[in-house]
């Protein structure tokens, strides 16, 4: 899908295509250089990291394992509630691990604040965080994340594994939705 599909559901081009796919180069090229020799796990949160993952790993040159896990602290709405619920859990044992958690986006940071405390316990050897998208006006706990695609401002976005009611999810770009979509 491009911008012209939308019709009059966009209403701005927040980060285009080539922005995120030039980020996600320099993410790789340092997460090549932290991870040097390691045996490393990447972690996708699901649905939302489908993309950052995917498109993330491919250019790694360091070999890793991948696996997925799935929580939810959102309904329908555009908000997160704070609730965590764990949806499908890691089939991977975490002890003595290099653990690299790979989000879609942080707002609040309650999610992955929890996330992170529950992968830790399980004995890693390490956990760091990527995530292509972050709103430091909407956090309310701060959470440590060693590599960040954008810093982007407290709005609701969509496209590039983000949904608003489980659409949108396969824009190659990140954008606004008008109004008119959620308030409906």
Do not use: C
């Amino acid at each position: 899908m491009n911008p012209a599909d939308m019709g009059d559901d966009l209403e701005r081009v927040l980060l285009s295509e080539e922005q995120i796919n030039t980020r996600l180069d320099e993410l790789a090229e340092q997460i090549d250089a932290d991870y040097a020799g390691k045996d490393v796990l990447v972690v996708g949160v699901l649905k939302g990291a489908v993309m950052v993952m995917a498109d993330l790993v491919r250019r790694l040159h360091t070999s890793v394992e991948m696996d997925w896990m799935a929580v939810s602290s959102y309904g329908s709405g555009t908000k997160s509630s704070g609730v965590v619920r764990i949806l499908k859990d890691l089939d991977t044992d975490l002890i003595g691990r290099h653990v690299l958690i790979v989000e879609d986006i942080i707002d609040s940071g309650l999610t992955l604040s929890w996330l992170l405390a529950n992968l830790r316990s399980r004995g890693p050897e390490s956990v760091e965080i990527a995530t292509m998208l972050r709103k430091p006006d909407a956090a309310k706990v701060e959470v440590d994340v060693r590599y960040v695609g954008f810093d982007i401002p407290n709005e609701f976005v969509v496209g590039y594994g983000l949904d608003y009611a489980e659409k949108y999810r396969n824009l190659p770009f990140v954008g606004t939705l008008a109004p008119h979509v959620y308030s409906a």
